[in-house]
């Protein structure tokens, strides 16, 4: 359904080693990097057919979170979910919500985890047991 997912950065140097960290946890290598034709530095992470992106903004608005959105990452294990979360917390995330691990509900067990990246975006690690 989706082709990619991007968001804003405020500091764009930090954001990708705030992303560099996290998303190495999932197995994703080095970001591309790209100047916009409006001479704004991006950089898109590629992984299993999917791409995440950050942006220094081209309307050169601050970068915001949208408030009530949430961009979730599929994990391997539980322990993926932790280290997800443990690994946002050491390079300038927030935890957020309840502390890692499993979730019980209508959709069966889930282990979750959550942060905020520097610049407020939420984020989840996602593991379902199957």
Request: aromatic share 10%; proline share 5%; charged share 20%.
């Amino acid at each position: 359904m989706f082709n990619h997912i991007m968001v804003g950065a405020s500091d764009i140097e930090k954001s990708k080693t705030f992303y560099d960290a996290l998303l190495a946890t999932l197995g994703v290598g080095e970001a591309m990097r790209n100047v916009a034709a409006t001479g704004h530095v991006r950089y898109f992470y590629r992984h299993d057919g999917n791409t995440f992106g950050i942006t220094e903004p081209i309307n050169d608005e601050p970068a915001s979170f949208a408030n009530g959105a949430t961009i979730g990452f599929k994990c391997d294990s539980p322990e993926q979910v932790k280290t997800f979360h443990d690994v946002g917390i050491a390079h300038g995330g927030t935890s957020i919500e309840d502390a890692p691990g499993p979730r019980t509900g209508a959709m069966g067990t889930m282990h979750l985890s959550y942060v905020r990246d520097p610049d407020g975006h939420k984020l989840c690690a996602l593991y379902r047991e199957k």
